[in-house]
């Protein structure tokens, strides 16, 4: 039987200093500027720099799920997850994701649901972020557009993801770091108001081009 690594909540706090600059984007080809349904892509929070990621390794508390963290390695293969649509509809392959969409975040590696619940994060007892089996309601995030005249969500500007069950925010604080078997991994939690360190931006990944041009 093949054993999964179980996530003690172990406190490990780092008070680190931090800058960011909205400003600088780098050049994209114009069909691929859009994030399109069935991209498989690496979210970068936008504070830390850390990239949303997953792994065969539980909570030690709260639900027992998945646990999910931010993780500044730029060449793992547990940082991509795949883009698709609302619980129950079809996201054609391609289709531009409007700003404000209800989207769902799979795993690549693990197949499992990006979620969020009522049980307090293992550091900060802030709202638990994990991966499930089931890809239902219960997984479905809403993107927020940081830039309020912006129509689609675009790769390398920030966004929000606002769980649709809870209300809270995707968001991972840099001062909250996980000790082993997981050391030096960022917390990732929800919270219940805009901060800076809940703002995201998809930096890398593998993408479709856009189907509808308006």
């Not at 531009?96 to 499992?112: A, F």
């Not at 990732?188 to 998809?202: D, G, I, L, R």
Request: hydrophobic share 30%; charged share 25%; with cysteine.
């Amino acid at each position: 039987m093949k054993m999964k690594t179980v996530l003690l909540p172990l406190l490990s706090l780092i008070t680190l200093s931090y800058a960011y600059n909205y400003s600088h984007f780098t050049d994209i080809d114009p069909r691929f500027e859009t994030v399109t349904c069935s991209s498989t892509i690496k979210l970068q929070n936008v504070v830390s720099g850390a990239k949303l990621h997953s792994h065969n390794v539980r909570y030690g508390s709260g639900s027992n799920e998945q646990s999910v963290t931010g993780f500044n390695e730029n060449d793992d293969s547990n940082s991509y997850w795949m883009v698709t649509g609302k619980f129950g509809k079809d996201c054609e392959r391609g289709k531009k994701i409007k700003c404000n969409s209800i989207i769902r975040l799979q795993h690549s590696e693990t197949k499992k649901w990006l979620n969020a619940n009522t049980f307090q994060s293992p550091l900060s007892g802030n709202g638990e972020v994990n991966c499930v089996d089931n890809g239902n309601e219960d997984t479905e995030w809403k993107v927020e557009c940081l830039d309020k005249k912006a129509k689609y969500w675009i790769r390398e500007q920030p966004v929000r993801f606002i769980h649709s069950k809870t209300g809270n925010r995707l968001c991972s604080f840099m001062n909250y770091v996980y000790n082993d078997p997981i050391r030096g991994q960022m917390e990732v939690c929800a919270v219940s108001k805009n901060n800076v360190q809940s703002q995201w931006k998809v930096m890398e990944g593998f993408f479709f081009s856009e189907k509808n041009k308006n």
